[in-house]
């Protein structure tokens, strides 16, 4: 004779029944032929970024970048944004940041994470828009994306955009800390701003130092190492820049594609323009990548558009160089070594992908040194063999105008401070041809 369920059984059977159900609907729900993220909002809070389904998604404030802390009853009312195992998740066109995926402790699902905070939904929200878990518990809050954030197109490659994926610009007659764009050039190139008393976010890993200025008007502007940032009214989607170069003196910016970073089990190695971790297949050969097919979706090759050649941030000892791969694209190389990243890490500092195979590792920027220079030459043969005028006309206008670098007067280490500024906003100068430049301009 069958029995009925104790009360407290069935209401256990219903509560494991409830939260299987919620996160195999939040794996349905990321699976199918829509972004994984996409933007969405409401009139209340704006844009904030939902799932496939539209519906709003969350971090939660107790998490750390790569690690959920939510678990058990949490679930319950927060089910995770989760993929079947080996999906990669997608951010809808337009989106600036960086998704990727956790595999959790608990169950052993796979977790979307967008900047390495993992990403949920609120059982009590009952459509697209709805947002009633903003603010629960002073730890859940709607996911908006950064104020700068690293985008880029194929014909510039990587540069800064706002929170809404359009590009920023800097004006080169600006000074540090100061906007003169105002009237007229202000209804071209709007401003940055946030609201007052709000600190500017940053995608993580973006080098550089991002903070505010107050505008005549009263308005807070953002600043990337103090200078205004503005966006460019002709723009019509993510991915334009036809501002850049508009007068000699409007252009994006753009981090160095190769700069140092690390962390604190590996000391420093080479990171790409986002801060994330850099890799050499040793299967490779110099100028020549062999990774491809499912290897390059596992190690996406660093690359950077035909014509380019890559920027190297300080600390950066070695030659940057491209080589060509198969498809047509141009792969950036550290002393004719092809350069990777790999698609498990989640946040700058992560090195996972280190002697995979025994093959992939980080690079030391101090393992890898330049070949030297033969003959050797001293400074100044290697300073009076360039035309130190003409590299003025041709690489640091990226900074400022010819008229103003040909009116300013400086002391040589005000032209070498001024110098180095240019390389850091874009101006491609190896040393020898920094000389040559600081040289002409001091001896003018």
Known sequence: MLRKPAPITMFIALTCALALALVGLSVARAQGTEPTVQMGGNDELGSFLVGPDGMTLYLFTNDTPGV????????????????????????????PGR???????????????????????????AQAGDATGQGVGDVWYVIKPADVSLGGNDELGSFLVGPNGMTLYLFTNDTPGVSNCSGDCLVNWPPLLVSEGQEPS??????????????????IQVTYDEMPLYYWKNDAQPGDATGQGVGDVWYVIQPPTVQVGGNDELGSFLVGPDGMTLYLFTNDTPGTSNCYDDCAVK????????????????????????????????????????????????????????????????IDPNAMMAPEAT????????????DGEELVSTRCTVCHS????????????????????????GAQLNDEERLAVIDYLSNR
Request: hydrophobic share 35%.
């Open 68 to 95: 959920s802390n939510c678990s058990g009853d949490c679930l319950v009312n927060w089910p995770p944004l989760l993929v079947d195992e080996g999906v990669q998740p997608t951010l809808a066109e337009g989106i």
């Open 99 to 125: 998704l990727g995926v956790i595999q959790r402790a608990d169950d052993s699902t796979y977790h979307v994470v967008y900047n390495g905070m993992p990403l949920y939904y609120w059982k009590d929200d």
């Open 202 to 219: 940053v995608q993580p890993g973006l080098t550089g130092i991002v903070g505010t200025i107050q505008r005549d008007d009263g308005t």
């Open 299 to 362: 190690w996406p090759p660093l690359l950077v558009p035909d014509g380019q050649q890559p920027s190297a941030g300080d600390g950066v000892t070695g030659m940057l160089g491209v080589t060509e791969r198969t498809d047509g694209t141009y792969q950036a190389t550290y002393n004719d070594t092809p350069l990777y990243y790999w698609f498990k890490d989640i946040v700058p500092g992560d090195a996972t992908g280190q002697n995979v195979g025994e093959v992939w590792f980080v």
């Open 375 to 386: 003959p050797a030459m001293d400074d100044s043969s290697m300073s009076s063999a360039l």
């Open 402 to 425: 010819r008229d103003r670098i040909d009116a300013a007067t400086k002391d040589r280490a005000g032209w070498e401070a001024t110098v180095d500024r240019m390389i850091g906003h």
